[in-house]
Each structure stands twice: as C-alpha cells, then as structure tokens.
C-alpha cells in the first residue's frame, strides 16, 4: 500500500470528524458561516495564512515551502442544499430544511485532510493554495471568488477539483479529458398580458395561453436543432400564472434551465430561446421580459493536465481504482469559470450504488475520505516537487 494512502486511511477517524460536523452545520449559499469559520480555524491551527470573506464566505488558506515556482490550487465547496434530510444518521443535518445532499461537506473535509497532512510533512516546495468555495450550486461561488479577486491575489498554474458521484464503482476516481460538464443558463420569462374575468376572454390579452405555447415551442429547440450525436437541454421547471379558475391572469412567468456541451450548441440553444420568445409573444400580443441569470460556462478539462492527473492516481491509488476516459454529464459546475482561466483538472470519485445526489435519502461514502485526501496529497506533492 502507497505510504500516502496507509497515512490518510490511518487519519479517517479525524477526516470522519471534519466530515460529521460539517454535515451537521449545513449552510445554503453565501450562508456557509459555520463551515467557513470551522475551516479557516483549523487551516490556522495547522500554519496556513488564511484569507476569509472571498466571495463573501469563501476561505482560502495559502502554505509556501520552499523556493519552487509552481503555484496551485486544489478547491472544494462548502454549500449545502434546502433539503430535508430523509435518512437517520447519527450525524444528521442539525438545521431543519437544510443538508449536504451533495456530498460537499465530504469535498471539504477530504481537503481539510490533505491540507493538514501536507503542513505537518511540508513534502512539497512551492505554494499551495486550499480554496473552500462557496455557493457552487448556485453556480455563483466561483464568480463571486474570481470577482473578488482571487485569481490576482493568489496567482496559481493550475487548479484542480472533485466531486463525489453515485452511481459509479465507489473508490474509484474519474478523469476525462476535454468537455466533462455542461454549461447550464437559468433564464426567466415573463409574459405580461390584460387580465380579465374568466367568462369574458374577449376582454383580455391571456399570458396563460401565450406561456403554454411558449413551452412546447420550446421544446422543438432540442429535439429540431441539436444534433443527435450532440447534446442540450432545455427544461421549464416552473410555470406561474394565475390564483383562480374564474380570473384570467396579469403575467406568466416561466423559468428555465438549459444545459449545453459546446459553446456553438449553447449559443445556438440560446439564440432560439430568443427569437421563438420573441415570436410567440408577438403572436399572442402579450409584452416579454427575458431575464438572463448568470452566463453559463462548459468545464472543460486541460488534456495535458489530466494525463498527468491519472498517472499520479494511478501511481498512489493502483491502476484499478482509476478510470479513463471516464463519463460526462449534464449536470453543471461552477469550477467552470475557474477552468476558463486557469488550466484546470476535474475528476469524479464514485460513491458506489447510493441515492444520487440532491436525493433526500443521499448519502457519501464514508470509506471515500481517504481517497480523495490521498489524492490531493499525491498531486499536490507531483506538482510543487
């Protein structure tokens, strides 16, 4: 067994530790208070020069050894879910309607595992960056972060992240070089007509009919445009319009998340969004309002980086435990815009055959925290040799 691994399985039980408090003090985005003061008080603990209130809640604790060059970052992300925890852990989530079902609280504490082992072995010469991220499901954290300035404040060469993911073989880490995630565009349409008494329709401009048109025009966007051998999503989640079966409605709002694997697809996707709006408001003679959330990115992993990243698993780790190429999904990452920048490395650790994520009834893979220590360590000595 690889000397980092009989390490990082003998510090389990105080990973464990980090993990069940953590899950115990779930935060939502922004609102990660109780995480970040826990990780910046043991990132001082063990010698690291923190910064707190990055992007409002992020940590980032800096260690230099040595005269190296080489810079990096290994991030993991704090932000629970508002989720009521359905399974009956010991450690359950300690604040009603919120919990880590996610696995982020398991991200953190893997970090915190490593970060402790690489400051008290000091292994490594150069400087290490450990990025505690928050608000990554709202796919604003990384933003607010860059924004903030963390790129300029601690300059890094590479930057490197995980997820847990259910469904596949747990232990087992992932890497696909290339596109791995989708960017995803959360928009909102408002449709504004004349409201009206429900028997005299005549009177009225109905935005409740106009937004049933517009979502099924929306979903010809996919299955008309994209290629098969592509892929997109664009899905309505939520259809407001209306408190009563005898009132014809003011407005309709409809919002939307779209999902896209290459930057043409997704201005494409975009692009259509756009004009069938545009046209089916016209059409309807109601007045439109599209409201953009935060631009959407595609993570896309640097090639050269991640054949160097499997290689330094493989090492550690065994060559069975690590799989490439490995999958891609639809779902979205805000390591994203990290990655825009920064080339980046983003791999996925299985949690085996568990609800998946975002599942009430989720849970992580307590055996995985060695393993995601393990390899934070193993990258963060190749790199800064």
């Known amino acids: 067994m690889n000397a980092i691994v009989q390490e990082m399985v003998a510090n389990q039980g105080r990973i464990q530790e980090y993990f069940r408090y953590l899950h115990q003090h779930p935060g939502l985005a922004f609102e990660e208070e109780v995480a970040a003061s826990f990780i910046a008080q043991k990132l001082r603990e063990w010698g690291y020069e923190v910064t707190e209130g990055i992007g409002k809640t992020g940590v980032v604790g800096q260690l230099k050894v040595g005269d190296g060059k080489m810079r990096i970052g290994l991030r993991a992300d704090t932000d629970a879910l508002p989720v009521k925890e359905g399974s009956d852990l010991p450690h359950k989530s300690k604040v009603e309607g919120k919990s880590h079902m996610c696995g982020h609280d398991a991200h953190s504490a893997m970090l915190l595992g490593a970060a402790e082992y690489l400051a008290k072995t000091r292994n490594f010469s150069g400087t290490l960056n450990v990025i505690f991220q928050p608000a990554e499901e709202t796919m604003a954290g990384a933003p607010a972060m ?29 890497f696909t070089s290339g596109p791995i995630m989708a960017a995803v565009d959360n928009w909102e349409v408002v449709l504004t007509g004349v409201g009206s008494h429900g028997s005299m329709p005549e009177k009225s401009i109905d935005p409740l009919v106009a937004g049933a048109a517009l979502v099924m025009s929306l979903q010809t966007i996919v299955s008309r445009n994209v290629a098969p051998m592509d892929a997109a999503v664009v899905s309505i989640g939520a259809f407001q319009s209306g408190d009563a079966g005898n009132v014809i409605p003011q407005t309709a709002v409809l919002r939307m998340s779209t999902r896209t694997r290459k930057p043409e697809t997704r201005k494409m996707v975009l692009d259509k969004i756009r004009a069938i709006t545009k046209a089916t408001a016209e059409a309807y003679n109601v007045q439109f309002e599209i409201r953009e959330g935060q631009p959407g990115a595609i993570l896309i992993n640097d090639e050269a980086q991640t054949s160097r990243c499997v290689e330094i698993a493989r090492r550690v780790l065994g060559e069975d435990q690590v799989v490439t190429p490995g999958p891609t999904f639809m ?18 650790v299985g949690n085996g055959n568990t609800p998946n994520v975002h599942h009430p009834m989720f849970v992580f893979d307590e055996t995985n925290l060695p393993v995601g220590a393990t390899y934070w360590v193993a990258v963060a000595q190749d790199y800064l040799k």
């Open 146 to 174: 860059i924004k903030d300035g963390l790129l300029e404040r601690f300059p890094m060469d590479v930057i490197f992240g995980m997820h847990n993911m259910p469904g596949l073989p747990a232990g087992k880490l992932h």
């Open 331 to 348: 779902g979205s990452e805000d390591f994203a815009f990290y990655a825009q920048q920064v080339p980046g490395v983003y791999c996925f």
